[in-house]
């Protein structure tokens, strides 16, 4: 089974270029109207990623992805890492009782990405390095980031129902060089 969780942390650093590649071409101003956008390509791969692993290898895969997200993206390593095991303790409680459908895995991804969002601008609040005002954040970024991850989810959700032949494909790559 150790197979399967190193197949799951190749497909999230893959996933977690393709945010980096995202974030880095993404304009930081849309339309002339302040509008930031993040994309969490990564984040949402780890909510459906982190359904389907093993229970032994939950936590392992959560903290790997954590601080390799802190370390990339974050300055403070802690609050990511206890973000990513919150994140796969709710959804594995979650899951014990349901099946996940579409609907559901927009859910959980918009509240993920909610949560991290929220997270992320209490401690700028909280630490002074930000003046937004609450309702801005909302409008300038929070909700443009919403809408963006929600669109590009849809596109999405097929390459994690083709994410064997993604394993497949990235290894037959990774040979041939």
Request: glycine letters at 2%; proline letters at 2%.
């Amino acid at each position: 089974m150790k197979n399967k969780l190193v197949r799951y942390l190749i497909i999230m650093f893959i996933f977690f270029v393709i945010d980096s590649i995202l974030r880095f071409y993404l304009p930081s101003s849309i339309l002339k109207l302040n509008l930031t956008i993040v994309p969490y390509v990564g984040v949402m791969m780890f909510d459906l990623l982190t359904n389907t692993i093993d229970e032994d290898h939950r936590y392992i895969f959560a903290g790997i992805c954590g601080i390799y997200f802190s370390v990339i993206y974050g300055n403070s390593i802690f609050v990511y890492v206890l973000l990513f095991f919150m994140y796969s303790f709710f959804e594995k409680r979650y899951m014990k009782k349901a099946v996940m459908t579409y609907f559901e895995a927009i859910v959980i991804v918009v509240l993920t990405i909610f949560v991290q969002e929220s997270v992320l601008y209490s401690l700028m609040w909280i630490t002074n390095t930000t003046q937004l005002v609450i309702t801005t954040f909302l409008i300038k970024r929070l909700l443009p980031t919403l809408l963006f991850n929600i669109v590009i989810f849809n596109g999405y959700l097929i390459l994690y129902v083709i994410e064997n032949y993604i394993y497949i494909i990235v290894v037959m790559f990774i040979l041939w060089i």
